[in-house]
């Protein structure tokens, strides 16, 4: 039987396992117990800790530690994220990789201490100034984000580019048993920095924008096609599709089952990587779909764009429309989401497109 | 015949500064130094924005082009995964004490084992010419246009001192590129700040007069009188932190 962790322990000490050599971050609740964990933890096994006096300066130096070739991690929540855009735009420019992970908390400005997945827009288009994207993974329990953790990095520097691991509050502030992976000893690679200029980098002067904006379009449409991920279930005679990732994911599991049970024709889609986002699980939806509907915890509705966008993709002959379910905070209770489904039927809950 | 002297080897490109800028003084010094210590095959720079960008297209050397004001935090990434390299902080007085100075004075405050060396011409160069925090009492630029006040800015700030009395660094300097003795001695304090980091004693500050004959519009004659004249007395010459070691 697994250990019972907190999800943000677990997941630092996934980081530690998948070969992380420096941490540098600024507290903020739900996801500083990443880095109290690993300001214990990295030093014994030889990794550089650093309690940096912004978020800012936190990315700078993850963005220093990638230059070198070398796996550097940093955690924030809300406004902490903000801070960091600058940086991740700039690692995005560089083509460093790294890993961000982004507890997220509710609310614009401050926020709010509440769970929820309301950074969905910001996470997955990029979020500072700039042409880029990151590629983004949305666990639904700890022992996922854990398992996910290595693949974070191999996926970062296999395309050089951030991953965002979009965890929520709830998850990092849980415990739920939890296998831990084994001890990776990453490689060190050829483009990292070691005093020799032995990966010959031109000035920013010298470069052109015309040729990387091709070979920039070529990697993401590398990454679109072959590093999707998610989990689906009922989209074969499906009348209506659910699409929820992270906890609303795993909770709405419970109520297509409950559904089902109940003689209902639902399905889902859970998105395990945002960006790219699981086009292809959208292929696989019965064709004579009524509706889709997206559950999701923030108040406006932010993945039910991405939703609306590829089943118009996938389903191209009519208009199939698409439904949200918002629960602003929190995990979306099963009852929230059956009861949902029932309103869609009714017509008391209107399309969004 | 006379012998010429070499140029260090990490120099290639020639850089595109303006006439009569000290910022290429600078990179010369740094690069005969990294030399004559043996670490021209050891270097990492953490560059700047600004004018101390365009070193990036004349150092055949590892260089990471920073956001504004960040190369200290870079740099103390650099050197944490990597404390067998040389790293260097190459930054404006803009980037270093304006935008930059949280990152600058915290590298300080942990004495981050790197060193930083920062080209202070009293202004934002690259951009042309506005007020920075180094600008003169009195100085007119393109947003302090009747000349700075320092009752409504604040007054000129003199990082070295304020790290040399404040925390517990290695070592803190300022030269200038005015004539050749200043320069000897600019060298001098270059070397001493990589000698106190590879010898792992902490963070060292070299700070630099340096004329911006294009914003101060000035012949590049007048701008190193300028320094002499009127900046030297404001922004002392000299060591404000001795290594232990001497
Ligand atoms: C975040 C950000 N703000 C503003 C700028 C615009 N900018 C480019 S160079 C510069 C001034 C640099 O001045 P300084 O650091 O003193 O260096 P100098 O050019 O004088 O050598 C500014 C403000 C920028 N690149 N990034
Ligand atoms: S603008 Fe000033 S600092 Fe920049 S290159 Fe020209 S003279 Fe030098």
Known sequence: MADMIKGNNAIA???????????AGYPI?????????????????????????????GINMVMGAAACGVRALTASSGPGISLKQEGISCISDEELACVVI?????????????????????????????????????????????????PAYDLAEKYRIVTV????????????????????EPKKHPWGFDGKYSYKKIGIFDRNSMTEAVALNKKHETIKAEEQRWEEDGLEDAEYVFVAF??????????????????????????????????????????????????????????????????????????VPSYCLPCVYGIPTIKFTKEGLHKIISGEIKEAY | MAKARKVPAIIDNPMSFCPGCGHGIVVRLIAECLEELGQDQNIIFALGVGCSSLLGGGLVIDRLHCPHGRASAVATGMKRVQPENTIVAYQGDGDAYSIGIAETINAAYRNENFTMISINNTNYGMTGGQMSWTT?????????????????????????????????????????????????KLKKYIKNGLEAQINGEGYSVIEVLSPCPTNWKMTPLNAMKRIDEELIP???????????EN
């Open chain 1, 102 to 150: 982004n507890v997220v908390r509710y609310g614009n400005g401050l926020g709010t201490l509440y769970s929820a997945q309301c950074d969905y827009h910001r996470e997955t288009r990029g979020g500072g100034n700039g042409d880029y994207r990151c590629i983004v993974l949305c666990p639904e329990s700890i022992q996922e984000a854990v398992d996910l953790m290595a």
């Open chain 2, 234 to 244: 404001y922004y002392p010459l000299g060591v404000f932190k001795e290594r232990k």
């Open chain 2, 136 to 184: 003169m009492p009195g100085q007119v630029t393109t947003t302090s246009p009747l000349g700075r006040d320092c009752e409504v800015t604040g007054n000129p700030l003199k990082f070295p001192e304020l790290a040399a009395s404040q925390f517990d660094v290695a070592f803190a300097a300022r030269g200038a590129v005015t004539s050749p003795k200043n320069i000897n």
């Open chain 1, 246 to 319: 992270g906890l609303p994911g795993r909770s709405v599991k419970g109520a297509v089952k409950q559904l089902r049970a109940e003689g209902h024709k639902v399905g889902f889609i859970r998105p395990i990587t945002t960006w790219p986002f699981p086009e292809k699980a959208f292929e696989n939806i019965n064709k004579d779909v009524k509706g889709i509907i997206s559950v999701e915890a923030n108040a406006t509705g932010q993945l039910i764009d991405d939703v609306a966008l590829t089943i118009k993709k996938t389903i191209k002959d009519r208009n």
């Open chain 1, 13 to 23: 000490e996934a980081a530690v396992r998948a070969g992380v050599k420096l941490y």
């Open chain 1, 165 to 184: 691991m979009m965890t929520e509050g709830a998850l990092g502030q849980m415990m739920e048993p939890c296998e831990m992976p084994d001890f990776i």
């Open chain 1, 29 to 57: 609740t739900p996801s500083t117990e990443i880095m109290e964990y690993l300001s214990k933890r990295l030093p014994e096994v030889g990794g550089s800790f650093v309690q940096a006096e912004s978020e800012l300066a």
